[in-house]
């Protein structure tokens, strides 16, 4: 039994107008596009295939301000829609500290540098695996 590479699983959007499908990887890369248009600092990709069921993709990234964290995550909202992906929800921004972007099998967090120090979520997410630990080895 052969596995499908999820990265290049259909999500398949239905609307009223449009039937499209997208893939993960040519959605994270408008999330990659939006993130650079807009500056984004640190921006870290994780994958999660085979840790969680939500996801396939997390994408850490951090603003300089509130402000540039709100202006961040609805650049990643732009870029998804443009590419037929509507955002499952989206949340934080309010607050601007912490805002979280869900399309699916990509979920992007955009956060300031200090919320994202604190919560740690790349330290989270690759517990075990390997190539995480010979980097925090090299950093310490």
Known sequence: MSRCDPASRPILLSTARTHKAVTTAALRKSVIDALEELKAKDVREIDVRGKTSIADL?????????????????EVGKFAKKAGVMPLGVEGEA?????????????VHVMLPRIREFYGLERLWTVGDHGHEADAAQAG
Do not use: C, F, N
């Not at 607050?95 to 979920?107: A, Q, R, T």
């Open 95 to 107: 607050e601007g500290e912490w805002v979280l972007v869900d399309l699916g099998d990509v979920i």
């Open 58 to 74: 997390l994408v850490i990234a951090s603003g300089t301000s509130a402000r540039h964290v709100k202006s961040i995550a609805d």
